[in-house]
C-alpha cells in the first residue's frame, strides 16, 4: 500500500494592491479644466477677430407732436386771467351804479366777507360749512349797494385751483334754491354765451318779510374758471331779469 503523499499547498501570494486613484483623479481633472480654458480661450480669440454683426433697425414709430404745442406763445400777464383773479379780488368787484347809495349795514368789512358770514347764508350754516370747506373754498369777496328801496348784494366766491368741479357743482346747488324762491323755471334765463355756466332768476312769487311784509327776490350767478359770481336782489316790486342779466355779464367782463 502506498503510502499517501501529503500535499504542501503552496504559500498563497499576496494580494494586488488596489491602485491609488487620487493622483490619476487630479491629473484628469486638471486636463479637463485645462481643456475647457483652452477652448474658452480659442472661441474668444474667433469671436474677436469677426466684424460685429450689426442689429437690425427698430420698427417702432418715433412719436410726433403737432407743431402747434410746440410753438404756442405763453399768455402775457394781460391774457392771463389768473394772474388778476389771484389778486385783489376786491378790486375786480363791479363798482357801484351811479346814483346808488351804500347800505347802512354793508355786508362784509374792506370788500371781504368772512367765510363765517358766508355760511350764516345757508339754511344750514353747519352743513353748509363741512360741504364748502371739503370742496375747497378759498375766500369771497363782496361789494353792495342800495337803488331806491332795491338792494344788491355781488360776491365773487372763489376756490381752488384744484377743484375744478366745486364752482360749478355751486351753481347747480344753489339753482335749485333761486328756482324754488322766484317761482319755477319759466322764470329763469340762461347767460347768452351757452359755454358759461349760469344764468339769472327772477319771478312773481313773493316771500315774507319777517315784519310780515312781501318782497321779492332775484339771483344772478355763473362760472368763470375758480370763480362764481352770485348777486342778490331784494325790492318790494316783481325784478326786471334784463337789468340784472346786464349786471351778471359786467361783473364776468371784469373777470
Known amino acids: 500500500m502506498s503510502t499517501p503523499v501529503e500535499l504542501t499547498p503552496e504559500p498563497a501570494t499576496e494580494a494586488a494592491k488596489p491602485r491609488p486613484r487620487g493622483r490619476t483623479a487630479k491629473i484628469m481633472a486638471a486636463a479637463v479644466a485645462l481643456g475647457i480654458l483652452g477652448g474658452a480661450g480659442t472661441g474668444y480669440a474667433v469671436q474677436a477677430a469677426r466684424k460685429p454683426t450689426p442689429l437690425?433697425?427698430?420698427?417702432?414709430?418715433?412719436?410726433?407732436?403737432?407743431?402747434?404745442?410746440?410753438?404756442?406763445?405763453?399768455?402775457?400777464?394781460?391774457?392771463?386771467?389768473?394772474?388778476?383773479?389771484?389778486?385783489?379780488?376786491?378790486?375786480?368787484?363791479?363798482?357801484?351804479?351811479?346814483?346808488?347809495?351804500?347800505?347802512?349795514?354793508?355786508?362784509?368789512t374792506g370788500g371781504w366777507l368772512s367765510i363765517t358770514d358766508f355760511f350764516e347764508e345757508f339754511t344750514k350754516p353747519d352743513a353748509a360749512m363741512r360741504y364748502q370747506l371739503s370742496h375747497g373754498i378759498r375766500r369771497v369777496a363782496v361789494t353792495s349797494w342800495m337803488r331806491g328801496a332795491d338792494s344788491y348784494e355781488v360776491?365773487?366766491?372763489?376756490?381752488?385751483?384744484?377743484?375744478?368741479?366745486?364752482?360749478?357743482?355751486?351753481?347747480?346747488?344753489?339753482?335749485?334754491?333761486?328756482?324754488?324762491?322766484?317761482?319755477?323755471?319759466?322764470?329763469?334765463?340762461?347767460?347768452?354765451?351757452?359755454?358759461?355756466?349760469?344764468?339769472?332768476?327772477?319771478?312773481?312769487?313773493?316771500?315774507?318779510?319777517?315784519?310780515?311784509?312781501?318782497?321779492?327776490?332775484?339771483?344772478?350767478?355763473?362760472?368763470?374758471?375758480?370763480?362764481?359770481?352770485?348777486?342778490y336782489v331784494h325790492s318790494p316790486h316783481q325784478i326786471d331779469r334784463k337789468p340784472l342779466m346786464d349786471l351778471l355779464q359786467s361783473q364776468l367782463e371784469r373777470l
Open 56 to 108: 437690425p433697425p427698430l420698427a417702432v414709430a418715433q412719436p410726433q407732436y403737432p407743431s402747434a404745442h410746440r410753438s404756442a406763445p405763453a399768455l402775457t400777464a394781460a391774457e392771463d386771467d389768473m394772474v388778476k383773479t389771484d389778486g385783489d379780488l376786491t378790486q375786480l368787484l363791479v363798482p357801484a351804479p351811479s346814483g346808488t347809495k351804500p347800505w347802512s349795514t354793508p355786508p362784509g
Open 155 to 231: 360776491e365773487l366766491v372763489q376756490y381752488r385751483h384744484d377743484e375744478g368741479d366745486a364752482p360749478s357743482a355751486y351753481v347747480d346747488d344753489q339753482s335749485s334754491y333761486a328756482l324754488d324762491d322766484v317761482g319755477g323755471s319759466n322764470y329763469y334765463a340762461q347767460m347768452p354765451d351757452s359755454a358759461i355756466t349760469g344764468g339769472v332768476w327772477a319771478g312773481p312769487k313773493q316771500l315774507q318779510n319777517p315784519d310780515g311784509g312781501t318782497y321779492y327776490r332775484g339771483y344772478g350767478m355763473a362760472r368763470h374758471g375758480d370763480i362764481v359770481v352770485v348777486i
